[in-house]
């Protein structure tokens, strides 16, 4: 499905299930395991379950009183990346630490630990071409990460998602063992590879178009709209599709009758380019005001951290944009390399020069 309409259809009607997209014989491209037995892979009422419990450290109040806190990171990390002289990596020294930093410290994950969680993240977001058994023992190491950590929490409990959610499990058995560990996983990995490789598509995306960038530089009050159009314009998964859906009962979509069973994959990227969603949609306009975008999914499987994402993606640019007015990027665009196989385009690197 490409039609905005119809791809949004398919993301909120209870009639496209994410659970029967799990069984065997559906059509995978990519995400399989990461999906399956988790939150993004689950209907009503299971997914209802799993999501309330979580649901509250995500509101737009503890996201906005997390605000001051995200600035402060930021202004840290400017700060030693200019110490670092130029040109410096900013996927290394900016755009991974900072999300990494705020889902860490929502979450209770020590931050030192990055360069290890997020190396067999990369394996497990890798796409349908790696092979099975290096994405399973991503998330064997992964899971074994969590189930250390939950041991520590249990001991010693903290101020933070992991500890309620630790006292959901073990005060009033809302969740399983093993629905603890994946919904600790699934925050982690979600809360730090997406944000992180929107800072630095974002970024990429302004310098190709110099004079949106300019129109940013001089309006920085547009900036909450404009990360809105850049999450609009820019494909950030590979292929920019959503996640497969299956028809659990005969439907029509756009005069087309779709028989129970149906794999359906929406495609976000072409839905949000949509003349019906806006007008010239292939044209990046930072001042443009419309919120109506799939970036951020629809429906029951909405992102659930899209407002943190939004904040934070607001102040990085603003933090950049604002103390770095010069900031381009040091190679021609062609000279970047992307991450092979991933789900998410990641870069290997971002050299930037101010």
Same mark, same amino acid.
């Given at each position: ?32 395991? !990461?999906?399956? #037995? ?7 009422? &299971?997914?209802? /379950? $799993?999501?309330?419990? *979580?649901?509250? +450290? ?108 630790? !006292?959901?499990? #073990? ?7 093993? &629905?603890?560990? /994946? $919904?600790?996983?699934? *925050?982690?990995? +979600? ?120 904040? &934070? ?42």
């Amino acid at each position: 499905m490409t039609r905005y309409e119809d791809v949004r259809t398919v993301l909120v009607d209870p009639r496209f299930s994410r659970a029967e997209a799990n069984k065997p014989g559906v059509p995978d491209p990519g995400l399989g395991q !990461a999906t399956t #037995d988790s939150i993004l892979g689950m209907d009503p009422p &299971e997914h209802t /379950r $799993l999501r309330r419990l *979580v649901a509250g +450290a995500f509101t737009v109040r503890r996201v906005e009183a997390l605000r001051p806190r995200v600035v402060e990171m930021v202004d840290e990390l400017i700060d030693r990346l200019v110490k670092l002289g130029q040109p410096a990596d900013l996927v290394e020294n900016f755009s991974l630490p900072l999300p990494v930093r705020v889902i860490c410290e929502l979450l209770g994950v020590p931050a030192e630990d990055r360069h290890e969680f997020h190396g067999w993240s990369d394996v497990v977001l890798s796409d349908s071409t790696a092979k099975p058994e290096e994405i399973q023992a991503g998330f064997g190491h992964l899971s074994a990460y969590f189930q250390k950590l939950i041991a520590v929490k249990r001991e010693r409990p903290a101020d933070d998602l992991m500890t309620a959610l630790i !006292a959901a499990r #073990d005060d009033r058995d809302r969740l399983s063992e093993s &629905e603890l560990v /994946r $919904l600790c996983l699934t *925050v982690l990995i +979600a809360g730090h590879e997406t944000t992180a490789n929107q800072i630095n598509m974002f970024l990429l995306t302004l310098h190709q178009f110099p004079d949106q960038l300019a129109r940013l530089q001089e309006r920085p009050e547009s900036i909450p709209q404009a990360v809105e159009e850049l999450m609009r314009f820019v494909q950030l998964g590979a292929g920019g599709v959503g996640l497969i859906r299956v028809a659990t009962e005969e439907v029509e979509l756009s005069g087309v009758r779709l028989p129970a069973g149906s794999a359906i994959l929406p495609v976000t990227a072409i839905a949000n380019r949509d003349p019906a969603l806006v007008s010239d949609p292939d044209r990046l306009d930072v001042l443009r005001s419309n919120g109506a975008h799939l970036g951020f999914g629809a429906g029951v499987h909405h992102c659930l951290g899209a407002q943190l994402a939004r904040m &934070e993606l607001q102040e990085a640019l603003r933090g950049l944009l604002g103390r770095l007015p010069s900031l381009r990027i040091d190679v021609p665009v062609d000279e970047l390399h992307f991450k092979e196989g991933m789900i998410v385009r990641s870069l290997h690197a971002l050299p930037v020069r101010w």
